[in-house]
């Protein structure tokens, strides 16, 4: 079971965040202030912290940037009932990996808070798995069963991105900028060439496959979901 810290000074709505995670199968901790909950940070493993900005003593920002300048890697959802651009950048500043506004959405907090567990426990094993098929981050290796393939640098950094985030569209510069280097002198047609060498690899893998997104990019599916539904 994930424990969860919240962090939030207003009791009813920590009730209320609180109730609708334990409803989920989470374990929720609640935590009064920024101070408080940095104090719980010290006596509790903790697997995501859902934070308020405005809170006496410490905020949301100071909270998340004390977090990170220790080195730790905890998914960090901020809540708050401002919803200004500069607001969010700032958050996104100081290290928070999602934002959500009040008044919080119950079934939009729980999707956000499981899209980043699920990106936290990727970053820690290095490593996605999706039925039978493994992608292995350390050695850049595909296994399926006793099949292994092991494959150059940009072609499996490219099919770890997509997979990470499945159904979720990704632009050719947004790949490029992320996989190159903003300074590459490749353009788009480098990434069409890395997808379809990838489609080539894996054409008659039945867990997933990478389809086009007309005008705009690139997307992994999940076969067996696809199928599912």
């Known amino acids: 079971m994930f424990r969860i810290l919240v962090a939030e000074d207003d009791a009813a709505t920590s009730r209320l965040f609180c109730a609708i995670l334990r409803r989920a199968g989470y374990d929720p901790v609640c935590a009064a202030d920024g101070a408080d909950a940095l104090e719980k940070l010290d006596h509790l493993q903790i697997d995501l912290l859902i934070c308020d900005v405005m809170m006496p003593h410490m905020d949301g ?22 919803s200004l651009p500069e607001d969010k950048y700032q958050g996104f500043l100081v290290g928070t990996d999602d934002y959500i506004t009040k008044p919080v959405d119950r079934e939009e907090m729980l999707l956000r808070i499981k899209a980043l567990l699920r990106r936290a426990r990727i970053a820690y094993e290095h490593k996605i798995t999706l039925g039978d098929v493994t992608l292995d981050y350390d050695t850049y290796t595909v296994r399926r069963g006793y099949e292994v393939q092991t494959l ?3 072609e499996f950094l490219l099919l770890y991105k997509l997979l990470a985030y499945p159904e979720r569209t990704f632009t050719r510069a947004q790949l490029l900028d992320e996989l190159w280097g903003m300074d590459s002198d490749s353009d788009g047609h480098t990434v069409n060439v890395h997808i379809n060498r990838l489609r080539s690899r ?23 979901i696809c199928d599912a539904k």
């Open 202 to 224: 894996f054409f008659d893998w039945p867990e997933f496959e990478i389809q086009t997104v007309r005008g705009l990019g690139y997307r992994a599916v999940r076969k067996d």
């Open 152 to 154: 150059p640098p940009k």
């Open 61 to 82: 920002f100071a909270l998340t940037k004390v977090i990170r300048d220790s080195g730790s890697m905890l998914p960090i959802l901020m809540v708050t009932a401002k």
